[in-house]
């Protein structure tokens, strides 16, 4: 069994805001990689830890976001990261399926696949979808400071993603210990 770390795509992998609001890239000449978070993932990846981006991407249901060019930004960020997977839910509230965040389906998809200890796994993101998820597959939430972090449970708010992973490195630390 092994532990990962969930990462929210939006604004952490790739650039998604325009003019102060959350604006996720619909086609594939307006992706932008977040080239700052490489030194961070390469320490998860260093860790140990197993590495998945999860992303919401209602543009696909409303035909705004082709599959291809949703396949080509991920295979960017493949390239340039050290990811293990990507999972997508590609469906809108109407749709009331089992994974749009902050429900937790793409997180069961994933344990499910790599044999993951959720328990023992983390969630980074900027927005409170994730941590709401984060609860309810037991796994501790980090969120990054950010206009979106919402009213619910979380475990920690931190500055930026290297702050995440140097709180992630030091629970660990911890937890081996006890
Ligand atoms: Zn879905």
């Given at each position: ?5 969930f ?7 790739n650039l ?14 307006e ?75 793409l ?5 499910f ?39 619910g ?5 931190v500055?930026?993603?290297d ?13 081996q210990?006890?």
């Open positions: 069994m092994k532990r990962a770390v990462i929210e795509r939006d604004s952490l992998l998604a805001t325009k003019g102060g609001q959350q604006k996720s890239p619909t086609a594939l000449e992706f932008r990689l977040n080239n700052s978070a490489l030194h961070a993932l390469q320490r998860l990846k260093t860790s140990g830890f197993i590495l998945i981006a999860t992303t919401n991407q209602p543009e696909i249901s409303r035909g705004n976001l082709s599959r291809r060019d949703l396949d080509q930004m991920h295979q960017i960020l493949r390239a340039a990261f050290p990811l293990d997977d990507i999972l997508v839910c590609p469906h809108e509230d109407d749709d009331h399926c089992p994974c749009r965040k902050p429900r937790a389906g997180f069961h998809e994933a344990a696949k790599w044999h993951l200890l959720l328990g023992q796994s983390y969630v980074i993101s900027h927005r409170w979808q994730d941590a709401e998820a984060a609860r309810t597959i037991g796994s501790l939430s980090l969120l990054i400071d950010s206009p979106w972090l919402g009213r449970h979380h475990d920690f708010v500055r930026d993603l702050a995440a992973v140097d709180k992630i490195v030091d629970h660990c630390s911890h937890r210990v006890a």
